[in-house]
């Protein structure tokens, strides 16, 4: 059980939409996580591959201030085991690039553009991730 | 200088997933669950971070070029192709497994970091975290190899 936080999660929700607002105002590119990591793997470009860095430097430096910021180390609960994180670590990576975007890219940007491209790709993958949580939970288990 | 504004979108992104729980996969997994017991707090993410987003974009529009580049790079496909919806699906199936997508996952590198530091029980297992990440930079390695984008 995880508790119900719908104020917390609208604020949380808002500070990401305004990091992507962030993004393009001052680069002029979609936000978006999975295009940002995968340009950092070889062949990549000077100008962009330091600011994808800096960028990814950033989400860790809030992980790495979340203790002092919060007071304790953000709560995570975490269901499988090795073998099933790398073939779901893989399926998320290899997807993300293949279909041009994850949830970010996607999901919040892709919406505020009322991209027809993304409004597809975020019901296919919603919907399939619904389906996977269900097989998973009350198929297998 | 734009090194410093995509760090400064990176704080400001990664406060948003873990003020919002996303960065929580039991969370992401309880709102992905559609029979019950489920925690819906997450639908609340998506509407606010779309508005904000959308509005801005909206204004932005109208402008020029942004602060600190030449111009905008404004997506510009517009045909739904079996390649987007094959990998949305790819994605969906690797997400909804664990519950981890790209940003949650290299945020929880971070904090499975801080394990070190501040052992704690409700940590996501290190190796857990370490693997998927691991796995997602293969996968992407992979895709740009395999199909790399035309555009």
């Known amino acids: 059980m995880t508790d119900f936080t719908p104020l917390a999660s609208a604020i949380g929700g808002s500070l990401i939409g305004l990091a992507a607002l962030l993004f393009m ?30 960028f ?66 975020t019901g296919m993958f919603m919907g399939v991730a619904m389906l996977t949580v269900f097989v998973m939970r009350h198929v297998v288990n | 200088m734009i090194a410093l504004a995509a760090f400064v979108a990176g704080l400001v992104f990664g406060l948003g997933l873990i003020v919002s729980g996303m960065s929580n996969p039991a969370k992401v997994l309880n709102f992905l669950d559609i029979s019950g017991h489920r925690d819906p707090s997450l639908a609340f993410v998506l509407g606010p971070a779309v508005l904000i987003a959308g509005l801005g974009f909206a204004g932005l529009r109208r402008r020029a070029k942004p602060l600190l580049a030449s111009s905008f790079a404004w997506p510009q496909k517009t045909e739904i192709d079996s390649r987007l919806l094959l990998g949305a699906a790819i994605f969906g199936l690797g997400w909804g497994l664990v519950g981890f997508c790209p940003g949650p996952a290299v945020l929880s590198l971070g904090l499975a970091a801080q394990n070190l530091v501040w052992p704690a029980e409700t940590l996501a297992p290190a190796a857990i975290t370490l693997g998927f990440v691991a796995a997602m930079l293969v996968g992407m390695a992979l895709a740009r190899r395999l199909a790399p984008q035309k555009s």
């Open chain 1, 25 to 54: 105002d001052l680069d002029g590119r979609i936000m978006g996580v999975s295009g940002i990591v995968s340009r950092l793997l070889p062949p990549g470009e000077a100008r962009q591959w330091t600011r994808d860095l800096a």
């Open chain 1, 56 to 121: 990814v430097l950033g989400l860790f430096a809030v992980a790495f201030g979340a203790h002092a910021l919060f007071g304790s180390v953000p709560g995570q609960t975490v269901t499988g085991n090795l073998p099933l994180a790398l073939i779901a670590g893989f399926l998320t990576g290899f997807g993300a690039v293949l279909g041009s975007g994850c949830t970010s890219g996607h999901g919040v940007c892709g919406l505020a553009r009322l991209s027809r491209r993304s409004f597809a790709a």
